[in-house]
Structure formats: C-alpha cells, structure tokens
C-alpha cells in the first residue's frame, strides 16, 4: 500500500478524539484508590478461602485420579460373557448354575474318607477361576475377541468336568466300602 492509501484509510475510519470531562483523572485515581485499599474483612476473607480452594481443588485431583485408576478394574468386574449378548449371558447362566449345582452335590459328599480329594477339587477350582479372572480382564482388553470368548467357555467346561471327575472318584470310593463290607458276616 501507498502512504496515500493508508491516510484515506485513516480518514475514512471515525476515531473518537474527545477529550474526558474535567476533573476525570482524580476521579479514575480516587476509584482505584478506593479499590487497592477496601475494607480490610475482605481481603481476610479471600486470604480465608484461597487455601480451602487449593485444598478442594487438591481433593477433587486426586479424586479423579483415583477413579482412572480404579474406573478399568471396576468395568472388567462387569466384563463377561453376559456382557456380550443375549446368547453368551444364557450360556454364562448355564455354565454357572451347572456348576454350582456339582458344587452343592460335592458339599453333600463330604465325608471323612473323600475329604482330601475335595479339597483338592476346591483347590483347583480355585485355580481355574483365576484364570476366568484374567480372561474377564483379556476380554476387556481385546475388545470382545471371539479366542477370548472361546477360552472362558473352555474355562467353565474344564470346571464342570473336574467337577464330575471328582464326583465320580467319590462314587468309585463308596462302592469299594461297599463291596469291601459285604463281605463281612456279623
């Protein structure tokens, strides 16, 4: 642009060149006079609150924090098949009721001779539902993949079949007292 330009520019723009009312100094000083000093319960009350706001806000922080961390471990509790769809909460249902069913049939069981072979099943079961635990979590990550899937039912099935392997040891130890005490005449 020329020099020209510019001035016609100038010209063209209204700029508001009045000069303030007299005496307008004073009172912009007196103003911010007022303002700086104020009464004194004021500034006390802001001295007040401004630790109670950074400990507020220090609260808030880490509560938020906190449920990052907290918020992926409580969504993977809720992470399961029945999750998933309609077709995998059945399936879920099945296994669990199924299993709960061997367990409650294995309570009932429960006798000094078959003891340690129970025992030994709870602590297997205890096994396999760590590793439903870690699948719960793989799930989670993988964004519902179909092995995961396929890996937590082989979980319930293995359960279900140690289940019923130890329900048929039991059977077998109650036929040989059986047939070992028939033999006996009293």
């Not at 642009?1 to 100038?10: A, G, R, S």
């Not at 809720?78 to 367990?103: C, H, R, V, W």
């Not at 396999?128 to 990550?141: A, C, S, T």
Request: hydrophobic share 35%; net charge negative; glycine share 4%.
């Amino acid at each position: 642009m020329k020099n020209n330009d510019v001035d016609n520019l100038f010209k063209e723009l209204d700029f508001d060149i009045e000069e303030p009312h007299s005496g307008h100094k004073e009172r912009f000083f007196k103003k911010l006079e007022n303002e700086t000093q104020g009464p004194e319960n004021k500034g006390n009350v802001r001295r007040l609150w401004a630790p109670v706001m950074g400990i507020a806000a220090s609260f808030l922080l880490a509560f938020f924090l906190l449920g990052e961390v907290i918020a992926p471990t409580a969504s993977a509790k809720n992470t399961d098949l029945a999750s998933i769809s309609p077709e995998m909460k059945q399936t879920q249902e099945f296994y669990t009721g199924l299993i709960q069913k061997e367990l409650n049939a294995l309570d009932a069981e429960k006798s000094p001779e078959t003891e340690i072979i129970i025992n030994d099943a709870l602590k297997q079961m205890e096994k396999l539902e760590q590793n439903y635990e870690g699948l719960r979590k793989d799930l989670l990550d993988s964004g519902k993949d179909n092995r995961v899937i396929h890996a937590m039912i082989q979980n319930f099935q293995q359960r279900i079949d140690l289940l019923n392997n130890v329900l048929t040891q039991i059977e077998n130890i109650k036929t040989l007292k059986n047939q070992n005490h028939e033999d006996n005449i009293i």
